[in-house]
């Protein structure tokens, strides 16, 4: 397992604040270091406990709101998804900017929808700097797509889908004058059934941002993603089924954080709790917030999550569109026609590198393939920010989700194919300054599949020893179906099923600091009292020193016991699923394993037929289509896409009879396929499209001119490309084509 710290529960990354000068002591203790740490823990353990007391009455406060969120902004209801007629426990709302943000609206609104994956909504919208916060600094309309604890009666993740296609209709509905679709942001869990939506209705959506989405659920590299093992390990999904069986039918979403917590027993068991007891005069704020969120719990039907489950992260069947709807149409990823955005890191250890970008090799056989089914895939990988920093981080929001909220227009009209996104910092000698959006630079450089595939590092015995835990899974499932799920539903009932979560991980150790505890009556007097004779340690205090060096310990015993732990896990599940006897057993081959989508004889004959348009229309167009195309020709001799080019381009846009994004993105996509199917006749009939005014066509060749150098100095074949152009726009002719 990567020896980056989990950041999958409590992040240990609440600050330290260097100690105070201890003042002299009523009691004399200054002048005894042992009695001066111990009079100092002993205080710093009544206001840890009294923390504890208000964070359980924090959570119950926030339990028993119908909506509970950790939203930091005001919104109002738009659509609620509960009243629709497959009814599911789903809000629409729009939130409202902060009195220092002016929203255009022109602008594509932003939906950000948030993972049901235990914790309640809020987290994408946690701080100011956030996905909606700086999607709203730059101008954006901005909605969120939260829901309530308790599922209704009978939901289904197709019922879902169905419902947020609804609030996308009405987003679009409320924005007539926006350039562009809706832009989604699914988080974590969202993200999967963000793309499963954009993959059914693809007329709705806008370009699609995954941040920390699993999507290729059997990748990963050994030694680094034990996670991936679990369901293996626990024989498949009968345990999932088991366990909404003695919820009655609900699956309590406090098993999927518990989940989380045992990625790192080492922040969970003392890390989280001796970083706040240690620095107990500060952070508390910041640690009741975050646990305003960590500790509210949802819940999913048992069908619900049984489907999640068996469909996503045991069979793997999202990437090779073996998912079939109920009205019987397959989810193909390939059909999303909007720009999608994944951004992951190495140090998430949820959803790895390998999670979130392996479904582009498993969906597409080539990068030919990729480019005619028009599709724009940017991807970024952060160095070390774990999971929940990807949705939650001020600098991430400042960086990465800045950048892509301002350069949102420029992914969307992307040429088809694959980029990474690599950032700059914005310095003092950067040129034209002026059209960088922000403290940094983006530039989109295009990729390949073997660039994708070197970072998820496929593998056939892996792909095997999945195929087989499938199989395995779908074995005991079935018989827990058959021989113990009716003794189990017989026997389970409400008040039981109350006692079973009173009593469980996730919640008992809350209920020990709550008004239930009556030893917590007096801890308020207590620790108010402490608070006004807080003595705290000074900070050369040896027994300090002492304590730090003891947590230290720890901490390395944890992570070592985690390391061998996982190792363990890791061969045991490569012993039993990667036995040739085994999977020979159960008919396991190579053919077994999810195949990649079929090219259907209706999307061969759709390529067909627009490379024949392509070919057949290569001629048409006047000055503004070769404009575009010599601005294509030159850049895609380049290392990438530059936000200032773009920005250059939008403003001479602004400046004239300015196409419509959508219009303008489909004549950009027209030149660009006429240049990668036959670029030396693209060049020759580039001619033909050309006014015979002379000064209309120099006048093209300064802008031309003006947003090739727009980054800066260019490569020595970008250059030979812009004196081929020059060549051909200041060349005599007889005029054919007017000025559009």
Not at 36 to 61: P, T
Not at 172 to 199: F, T
Not at 593 to 604: G, V
């Amino acid at each position: 397992m990567s020896k980056v710290a989990s950041q999958s529960s409590h992040p240990r990354s609440l600050s330290r604040v260097s100690k105070p000068t201890t003042p002299a002591s009523p009691l004399g203790c200054a002048q005894n270091p042992w009695l001066e740490y111990c009079l100092d823990a002993m205080q710093r353990m009544v206001l840890f406990a009294d923390l504890m007391r208000q964070r359980s009455e924090q959570n119950q406060a926030q339990q028993a709101k119908t909506v509970p969120h950790v939203l930091s902004f005001d919104a109002e209801l738009v659509l609620d998804a509960r009243t629709f007629s497959k009814a599911v426990n789903y809000l629409l709302v729009r939130i409202q900017p902060l009195a220092t943000q002016v929203l255009d609206p022109k602008k594509r609104p932003f939906v950000v929808v948030d993972p049901r994956a235990g914790h309640g909504p809020g987290i994408g919208g946690f701080k100011a700097d956030s996905e909606i916060g700086v999607a709203m600094a730059a101008g954006h309309p901005c909605y969120f797509v939260g829901f309530t604890p308790d599922p209704m009666p009978g939901q289904t993740i197709e019922d879902i889908m169905h419902a947020e296609a609804k609030f996308l209709e009405k987003v679009i509905e409320l924005h007539p004058d926006a350039e562009g679709k809706p832009c989604i942001i699914g988080n974590c869990q969202a993200g999967w059934a963000v793309m499963m939506l954009a993959a059914t209705r693809p007329e709705l959506c806008g370009p699609v941002i995954v941040p920390g989405a699993p999507l290729s659920y059997w990748a990963g590299v050994e030694g680094e993603n034990p996670m991936r093992y679990t369901g293996g390990l626990s024989g498949g999904s009968w345990i999932t089924a088991l366990t909404s069986d003695l919820g009655n039918g609900i699956f309590d979403g406090g098993n999927l954080v518990k989940n989380f917590e045992n990625l790192n027993p080492a922040n969970t068991l003392w890390g989280k709790n001796y970083d706040i007891w240690s620095d107990i005069d500060h952070g508390g704020a910041r640690f009741l917030a975050f646990e305003k969120w960590w500790g509210a719990h949802v819940n999913l039907n048992g069908e619900e999550i049984q489907w999640i489950v068996d469909q996503l992260f045991i069979g793997n069947r999202l990437s090779s569109g073996q998912i079939v709807t109920q009205a019987g149409e397959q989810i193909d990823l390939r059909n999303i026609r909007s720009p999608i955005i994944c951004f992951c890191s190495k140090g998430d250890n949820i959803t790895p590198p390998p999670q979130a970008l392996g479904w582009i090799s498993d969906v597409y056989a080539s990068d030919d393939e990729l480019r005619l089914c028009g599709q724009t895939i940017v991807y970024a990988v952060h160095d070390h920010v774990g999971h929940l920093g990807i949705f939650v981080s001020g600098s991430v929001a400042k960086k990465e989700h800045q950048e892509f909220a301002s350069n949102i227009d420029l992914i969307d009209v992307l040429p088809p194919g694959l980029y990474e996104a690599v950032l700059t910092p914005k310095t003092a000698e950067v040129v034209n300054p002026e059209w960088v959006e922000g403290d940094w630079i983006v530039r989109f450089e295009p990729r390949t599949l073997a660039d994708i595939c070197q970072i998820v590092q496929p593998n056939q015995d892996d792909a095997l020893r999945f195929a087989t835990v499938a199989r395995v899974s779908e074995i005991n499932l079935e018989g827990y179906r058959r021989w113990v799920q009716p003794w189990i539903r017989l026997a389970v009932n409400t008040p039981l099923n109350q006692c079973f979560k009173s009593c469980s991980a996730a919640l008992a150790p809350a209920s020990v600091f709550s008004h239930q505890n009556p030893m917590m009556s007096i801890l308020p007097q207590c620790a108010e009292w402490v608070r006004q004779h807080r003595l705290p340690v000074a900070a050369d205090n040896p027994f300090l020193k002492w304590q730090e060096w003891y947590s230290e310990q720890m901490m390395s015993a944890l992570n070592g016991y985690r390391d061998q732990r996982d190792r363990a896990m890791e061969q045991l599940f490569i012993s039993i699923y990667g036995s040739p006897l085994l999977q020979q057993m159960l008919g396991i081959t190579a053919a077994s394993c999810p195949a990649m989508p079929a090219i259907t004889p209706e999307r061969h004959a759709f390529i067909q037929q627009r490379i024949a348009y392509f070919n057949a229309n290569m001629a048409e167009g006047g000055l503004r289509e070769a404009v575009m195309r010599a601005l294509l020709y030159i850049g895609m001799a380049g290392d990438g896409v530059d936000e200032r080019a773009f920005n250059a381009l939008r403003l001479i846009r602004s400046q004239n009879e300015a196409l419509p994004l959508s219009e303008f993105k489909q004549q950009l996509r027209e030149q660009y396929f006429s240049l990668r199917l036959d670029q030396d006749r693209a060049l020759a009939t580039m001619v033909d499209m050309l006014p015979a005014d002379l000064a209309k066509r120099q006048a093209a060749l300064e802008v031309i001119r003006r947003i090739a150098g727009a980054a800066g100095e260019m490569s020595a074949v970008a250059t030979a490309r812009l004196h081929e152009i020059e060549a051909l726009f200041v060349a005599e002719k007889t005029p054919q084509h007017s000025l559009q």
